[in-house]
């Protein structure tokens, strides 16, 4: 199983990023794949997630109408849009699968300073 987020980077406040995740190894169309973030001292954050079938998305209410998740089973990806970025958004970002078993990415940067 392998779970290979990029897109990170450095963004000016206001500014957007798209964040992707591409697995291989599983089922991607079965599974509910969720966005986490963490930031340093801060606990894990889960901010986006949509269910195997895609017909159904929740967001934490920070991220709320300016972060967007999608997914594209053709190409076992799921995709972070990130808009009106913050400087509080920065940390680590870290995509994820769960059926029964929950499996990680490795996480990518995602810092927001002018």
């Known amino acids: 199983v392998q779970l290979v987020e990029s897109g990170g980077g450095l963004v000016q406040p206001g500014g957007s990023l798209r964040l992707s995740c591409a697995t291989s190894?599983?089922?991607?169309?079965?599974?509910?794949m969720s966005w986490y973030r963490q930031a340093p001292g801060k606990e894990r954050e889960r901010v986006a997630r949509i269910t195997s079938t895609g017909g159904s998305t929740n967001y934490a209410d920070s991220v709320k109408g300016r972060f967007t998740i999608s997914r594209d089973d053709a190409k076992n990806t799921v995709y972070l849009e990130m808009n009106s970025l913050k400087p509080e958004d920065t940390a680590v970002y870290y995509c994820?699968?769960?059926?029964?078993?929950?499996?990680w990415g490795q996480g990518t940067q995602v810092t927001v300073s002018s």
């Open positions: 190894g599983f089922t991607f169309s079965s599974y509910t």
């Open positions: 994820t699968a769960y059926r029964r078993s929950m499996y």
